[in-house]
């Protein structure tokens, strides 16, 4: 009876360190999520002040008066329009054939076999390493001496031939599928590129969705190099450049309620897109990471 008490009692402690350690870790880890999503908000709630209130010495957190004709002011923006319209140019091609290009170097990396296969996959792999400042003057030469500076081509050929990350995440997806499926079909008479579309393609269309949903989020927020090979150009300014350009339409301060309202309008598609397909991106890289 003594020992049935005490292994209670023990059992009882443990419980209770139990729940307190819970609460602790879900009381850090609210913390965190209001320090993440608090700047989201408040670029919502700056969208809204007025430029008095975005320049004053004292921190505002609400404006005093909702000014919701900011936003009606950034719609009626042509320039707004036409970075929205370039930077879908850029996205689709380079999704539509970037994908395409990613998912055959997939493909040939898991289930093909041919000679330095390994070699040449950790030396694709290790260009993730080098940033692009570092290649950006190599590039920006290279498009210059064929003519292609000041178009939107630049940004639409690199990512056309392929993204190293998806390709990547697509070889870890399909390593898990049996070799047995190439070498069946092979004796049934297919050709390798049919095994692949007929076969593999379908069997890595999540994956290949979830990559694309990632790489659209980074095609549609960037701005180095939009900046760097576009030049002065305004008619093909993305989204990101037009909004750099509301930096500068005040000679003294900027505008900060219509940037932070056409950031509100940029941030948009990427967010929808990520509640949407969010459990299929943390699948997919769930399941890129223990498969080998």
Same mark, same amino acid.
């Given at each position: 009876m003594a020992n049935k008490k005490k292994n209670g009692s023990?059992?009882?402690?443990?419980?209770?360190?139990?729940?307190?350690?819970?609460?602790i870790i879900m009381v850090l880890l609210f913390a965190g999520a209001i320090i993440m999503v608090f700047p989201l908000f408040?670029?919502?709630?700056?969208?809204?002040?007025?430029?008095?209130?975005?320049?004053s010495v004292n921190f505002v957190l609400f404006p005093e008066v909702w000014h919701w004709e900011n936003y009606a002011e950034v719609a009626?923006?042509?320039?707004?329009?036409?970075?929205?319209?370039?930077?879908i140019l850029i996205a689709v091609p380079v999704l539509v054939?970037?994908?395409?290009?990613?998912?055959?170097?997939?493909?040939?990396?898991?289930?093909l076999r041919f000679r330095g296969k390994n070699v040449f996959f950790m030396c694709l792999l290790a260009t993730m390493?080098?940033?692009?400042?570092s290649i950006?003057?190599?590039?920006?030469?290279?498009?210059?001496?064929?003519?292609? %500076?000041? &178009? $939107?081509?630049?940004?639409?050929?690199?990512?056309?031939?392929?993204?190293? *990350? !998806?390709?990547?995440?697509?070889?870890?997806?399909?390593?898990?599928?049996?070799?047995?499926?190439?070498?069946?079909?092979?004796?049934d008479g297919c050709g390798y590129f049919k095994i692949y579309y007929a076969i593999f393609l379908p069997l890595m269309k999540g994956a290949l969705a979830t990559q694309a949903i990632l790489?659209?989020?980074?095609?549609?927020?960037?701005?180095?190099?939009?900046?760097?090979?576009?030049?002065?150009r305004q008619k093909l300014f993305t989204l990101q450049l037009v909004i750099m350009q509301y930096f500068e339409n005040n000679a003294t301060v900027a505008d900060y309620p219509i940037i932070m309202t056409a950031s509100v309008f940029s941030? %948009?598609? &990427? $967010?929808?897109?990520?509640?949407?397909?969010?459990?299929?991106?943390?699948? *997919? !890289?769930?399941?890129?990471?223990i498969k080998g």
């Open positions: 023990t059992g009882e402690v443990l419980s209770t360190k139990s729940k307190v350690a819970n609460v408040y670029m919502i709630f700056m969208s809204c002040m007025t430029m008095r209130e975005t320049t009626q923006d042509e320039n707004f329009y036409q970075g929205v319209l370039n930077s054939i970037g994908c395409f290009t990613s998912s055959l170097a997939a493909f040939s990396f898991a289930k390493m080098i940033p692009f400042a950006m003057i190599p590039q920006y030469i290279m498009f210059s001496r064929v003519g292609l %500076l000041n &178009t $939107l081509l630049p940004l639409i050929l690199p990512g056309a031939l392929g993204n190293i *990350s !998806v390709i990547f995440f697509l070889r870890q997806n399909l390593a898990g599928i049996p070799s047995t499926l190439v070498e069946a079909a092979l004796i790489w659209f989020m980074g095609i549609w927020n960037d701005f180095l190099a939009p900046q760097v090979f576009i030049g002065q941030m %948009l598609p &990427t $967010l929808i897109l990520f509640f949407i397909f969010q459990r299929f991106i943390i699948e *997919s !890289v769930a399941l890129s990471g």
